[in-house]
């Protein structure tokens, strides 16, 4: 058994499991305050990791200017998303609300593609120190930074939640809609909001990934990812995202370190969470900390 | 979703028997009629290249079909559709090359391997829906996917080659002779689903789409009916990706992607949700829109101003972007589909000018 490099595998779970319920996050939010499910949040990521990269390669800002702009540029586009294509189809049926993100991320997909290429670049070096140990283990900066952000979107996501006025709005609007609106909130604005929120959030996720792992479209399999971290935590339980994320990004390296020392199969790893979603639906569908449907006739 | 409040008026039926019948005007039979006389002649009448493309959307549209069973009547989204796709092509060219069996045989014989494989993933069916269950559906996908790309003794790991039928003798081996294989079996499966939707079965699986609770409380088995949906879906779909194995006459492991099954559930949204034609109708609108892309973008690059020559290089690009805003602008515009379209369109005519 080698210890050393399950430890540096499980610290590696932590850290992109951690990515993983920042994303899931974003995804669960839309879902809880507009019932839609977004296939399309890999593809939010890649945008906002190419905006960002552009503006700092191409356009020559430097980083902390660039960053705050394609901010901007997110929720513009988030709120664009939400009023163009999802305004129409409210209480239409699943299938349709499904299929609407679905052809969103083929668009977005090939227009991405197409503006900025199917290769991979990255970002020029942020921070002045590449490395820095860590009780013993190598961690890059990067790493750590991506930590450190992580908890601080949750803390801002919490904190927004439970004090602010919008937050507030938001959540009523989540448990009941047309309570809500009868005390005053205004739906149409709380959805364009979620939207608005899940983007800017998203585009943090890819910018911190893209700083990592350089920006290119395979970015938007994190979308694909999220799926097994939501389902895990429960669909509309934004800790349980978290904690699904993070359950997941072990799990994934966990399951590397069995194929790499033991089975040698391959490729394990991008399928293990996929066997787990599918374990955790059949016995527990409605993940740790997700709400049961109750059905009354 | 088989809304009544939308509906013109104009059901004149008087007993529950005419609401019974396959065709249910003459029109509509008259109109099958002459498309299955073009169709058996189409290989005699029409160049290569549209038997070709024909082939395809028979292929594409017995897929659908099978997936519009599963969507369209029983109310069950699938994201996996193109995974069992790609087991009942392999499977039929693993029982062809190993086990010697007759192609024209083996085709069916996949679509039955298929359906229980499809059962077996349909399983948590039993205790989830709607969202739930897309989501276990696409977990599906990448398993089985997966699974092609491992299994080497029933894929090579990359793909395998599939040899085209003969019939008694006469070997099928150009597009030409090929062709009536798949309209046979787009006619076969046509009708079968045409015959399930006015059986006790196939008011069962509607009646769990439109109101699953009511649908338990009248006597209907839910997880059986919800899983045989997925036994039915996959059968369909298991022909159909083994007549698209032996006339592409290679399996590829990469061509089963989300994509396609993406693709698959564009044909049934874009042809009609429930519609039998319509799920033919979609896969020859979403088979024959990259040609059409491809005629207009070549229009453009040769008349228009300079400005469309980015099209030139990015024309996979220009017809997914395509793909994906048809979808959208219909899902708006037009949720039920274009067999619901035609059907607006023929009532409207007949009662002309007195619509309501």
């Known amino acids: 058994m080698n210890w050393f490099l399950l430890t540096q595998l499980l610290a590696n779970g932590l850290i992109v499991g951690m990515l993983y319920g920042v994303v899931a996050m974003c995804f669960v939010l839309i879902y809880k305050s507009t019932q839609v499910v977004n296939f399309a949040q890999g593809e939010f990521l890649v945008l906002g990791a190419w905006v960002c990269l552009a503006m700092v390669v191409k356009a020559g800002l430097p ?230 449907d109750i059905e009354r006739i | 979703m088989g809304s009544t409040a939308l509906r013109p008026c104009g059901d004149f039926r008087t007993t529950y028997k005419t609401d019974q019948y396959l065709f249910q005007t003459k029109v509509i039979g008259w109109t099958a009629a002459v498309a299955l006389v073009v169709m058996i002649l189409a290989p005699v009448l029409m160049s290569s290249y549209v038997v070709n493309l024909l082939i395809l959307v028979g292929i594409s549209g017995i897929s659908a079909l099978g997936l519009n069973v599963l969507v369209g009547m029983t109310g069950q989204i699938s994201l996996g559709h193109a995974a069992f796709y790609g087991f009942g092509a392999f499977s039929s060219a693993y029982l062809a090359n190993n086990y010697g069996v007759p192609v024209l045989i083996a085709i069916p014989l996949a679509g039955v391997m298929t359906a229980i494989v499809g059962m077996v993933f349909g399983l948590p069916a039993a205790r989830i829906k709607g969202l739930y269950l897309a989501i276990a559906t696409l977990a599906s996908q990448f398993i089985l996917v997966d699974f092609f790309s491992r299994a080497t003794w029933f894929t090579n790991g990359y793909g395998v080659d599939a040899s085209k039928p003969d019939f008694f003798g006469i070997p099928l081996d150009t597009d030409e002779k090929y062709f009536y294989v798949v309209l046979a079996w787009a006619v076969i499966s046509m009708i079968t689903v045409a015959n399930l939707k006015r059986s006790r079965d196939g008011r069962a699986l509607v009646a769990v789409r439109d109101h699953y609770l009511s649908a338990e409380i009248m006597g209907i088995n839910l997880t059986k009916y919800r899983i045989l949906a997925f036994g039915i879906s996959s059968f369909f779909a298991g022909v159909a990706g083994a007549l698209y194995a032996h006339y592409i006459e290679f399996v590829s492991v990469e061509t089963f992607s989300i994509a396609l099954s993406i693709n698959f559930l564009a044909m049934i949204i874009i042809g009609g949700l429930g519609s039998v034609p319509g799920a033919f109708l979609g896969a020859m609108f979403i088979e024959l829109l990259p040609q059409l892309v491809q005629i207009i973008s070549g229009f453009l690059i040769s008349v228009g101003p300079s400005v469309f020559g980015i099209i030139e290089n990015g024309k996979s690009y220009v017809e997914q972007i395509t793909v994906g805003t048809v979808i959208i602008l219909f899902l708006i515009f037009e949720p039920e589909g274009i067999a619901h379209r035609i059907g607006q369109i023929r009532k409207s005519i007949k009662l002309y000018p007195f619509s309501y």
């Open chain 1, 63 to 292: 980083f902390y200017v660039a960053f705050p702009f394609t901010l901007v540029f997110m929720t513009i586009f988030g709120i664009l998303i939400q009023t163009v294509i999802l305004r129409p189809l409210i209480g239409e049926p699943i299938i349709s609300i499904i299929m609407v993100t679905i052809a969103l991320s083929i668009i977005m997909q090939s227009v991405l593609n197409w503006t900025f290429g199917n290769s991979s670049a990255s970002f020029p070096q942020i921070f002045p120190v590449e490395n820095v140990s860590l009780f013993g283990l190598q961690v890059e900066t990067a790493y750590i930074m991506s930590l450190v952000l992580s908890f601080f979107v949750m803390a801002l996501f919490y904190a927004f939640f439970q004090y602010s006025k919008y937050g507030l709005a938001m959540r009523a609007t989540a448990y009941d809609q047309q309570a809500a609106q009868s005390l005053g909130v205004s739906v149409g604005q709380v959805f364009a909001m979620s939207w608005a929120i899940s983007a800017v959030v998203s585009g943090i996720a890819g910018i911190i990934i893209g700083i990592v792992s350089g920006v290119s479209s395979s970015l938007a399999v994190i979308g694909i990812k999220v799926f097994p971290a939501v389902i895990v935590g429960g669909l509309d339980s934004i800790v349980g995202a978290i904690v699904g994320g993070v359950i997941i990004g072990l799990l994934e390296n966990f399951a590397e370190f069995v194929d790499g020392q033991y089975l040698q199969w391959g490729n394990l790893y991008t399928i293990a969470p996929f066997y787990v979603l599918i374990i955790i639906l059949v016995i527990k569908p409605y993940g740790l900390f997700g709400t049961r």
